[in-house]
């Protein structure tokens, strides 16, 4: 019977832990905590996307990180792990109906939730969040700018 020689593979699993260690130990040195107020319902889920090009911002495509959680009535937190400080940004909209998008009426006007870190405008330099520490917190309330009858929510 032939194989990989003991101290070979006790050498592998050495490299391996000490490789791990030092990777997954520094891969992410900041973190951007978000608080999300305003969440109108438990009904699909809160879509975030973290920037760090305006563009990308709000919702073109090519964001650095996405985060679906399941919507929570009220409020909820969540976070991004970033590797480097910078500028970072947020958008956010509350997919009530799970379907990816966010979804508007006949004139464009948003029927579902949205918001933006630091300002309820889609505007990357208003949202900028300057990462330079360990942990950045910031706070963002969801709009509901149109607002179905209660028999169609």
């Known amino acids: 019977m032939t194989g990989i020689p003991m101290g070979t593979l006790r050498g592998l699993q050495t490299s391996l832990a000490f490789f791990l260690s030092n990777v997954v130990g520094t891969a992410f040195s900041y973190e951007i905590i978000f608080t999300v107020q305003n969440i109108r319902n438990n009904q699909g889920y809160l879509m975030a996307a973290l920037h760090n090009q ?24 969540q976070k991004f ?37 630091n300002t309820a405008e889609p505007d990357f330099k208003k949202a900028v969040l300057h990462v330079n520490k360990e942990t950045t917190e910031v706070t963002i309330d969801l709009k509901y700018p149109y607002n179905p009858p209660k028999n169609q929510k």
């Not at 990308?56 to 937190?77: E, H, N, R």
């Not at 009530?96 to 933006?116: A, H, Q, R």
């Open 54 to 77: 305006s563009n990308t911002f709000p919702g073109k495509g090519g964001a650095l990180i996405y985060i679906k959680a399941q919507a929570k009535k009220g409020v909820m937190k």
């Open 81 to 117: 792990l970033v590797e480097t400080p910078g500028n970072y940004a947020i958008s956010i909209f509350h997919d009530e109906n799970n379907n990816g998008v966010l979804d508007k009426n006949l004139l464009g006007i948003p029927t579902e939730g949205y918001g933006f870190s």
